[in-house]
């Protein structure tokens, strides 16, 4: 079965500074891997998913991620923090039996 | 264009009380997975349906279970309801049910149970 770690709990960037999410996923075959954003209150928002091909994906509001085969990870990057970036980040693995495996969520604090 | 919507929005339930709770897929998907979201914590899978039928199941007991309409809206019933049943529930739909069929998600339906 396939499984996500998302190691830090909670992060503090100041605006306009860099923001890197971890996230480590276990599964015996190709996953597929997901980035979800969730406002206080609201659904979950994709971000960007990867399948195959180039291991660097672009996603929405200026976010990116990339796949690291030999270490299982997904981290997700994002140059420059603005103030509404702030919320919870899950990241998340699909196998082909159809269900997502979520991390526990980092959080975002965004300082002025 | 409509995304993923549900309803109610907020349930209030006593110990016991049984509960349904519903999900419109987005326009042009077929299949529709539910999932429970406690309170700091990230999405745990209940189940997903396609063609009216359930295709696979989480470590969910047999108290939760769901249906799919011909239209593709959906179901999510809950019986004998605990307080540990307290959390956001979420749907999302996709055009298919493979890994590779990327879910959206609803605004979820938070329901308490006291």
């Known amino acids: 079965a396939q499984s996500v770690t998302q190691p830090d709990i909670h992060i503090t960037v100041s605006e306009g500074a860099s923001l890197e999410l971890r996230c480590n996923y276990s599964y015996g075959a190709t996953p597929y891997l997901f980035w979800y954003v969730q406002s206080p209150g609201q659904g979950l928002q994709l971000l960007l998913k990867y399948f195959s091909g180039d291991t660097l994906v672009q996603g929405i509001k200026g976010f990116e991620a990339e796949f690291k085969r030999s270490q299982s990870s997904f981290n997700l990057r994002k140059p420059s923090v603005h103030w509404s970036d702030a919320a919870e980040y899950f990241c998340a693995v699909g196998a082909y039996d159809y269900k997502l495996s979520f991390g526990a969520g980092t959080t975002v604090t965004v300082r002025a | 264009d409509a995304g993923v919507t549900q309803s109610p929005t907020h349930l209030i339930k006593t110990r016991g009380q049984q509960v349904t709770l519903r999900c419109s897929p987005k326009?042009?998907?077929?299949?529709v997975s539910w999932y429970q979201q406690a309170l700091g914590q990230g999405p745990q899978f209940i189940f997903q349906?396609?063609?009216?039928?359930?295709?696979q199941r989480g470590n969910f007991p047999d108290r939760f279970s769901g249906h799919q309409y011909p239209n593709y809206s959906s179901e999510l019933n809950v019986n004998a309801l605990l307080l540990g049943d307290s959390a956001l529930y979420l749907c999302?739909?996709?055009?298919?049910?493979?890994?590779?069929?990327?879910?959206?998600f609803g605004p979820g339906t938070r329901l308490t149970v006291l």
């Open positions: 326009s042009g998907h077929d299949t």
């Open positions: 999302a739909s996709s055009s298919g049910p493979r890994g590779t069929d990327t879910q959206y």
């Open positions: 349906y396609y063609e009216e039928e359930e295709r």
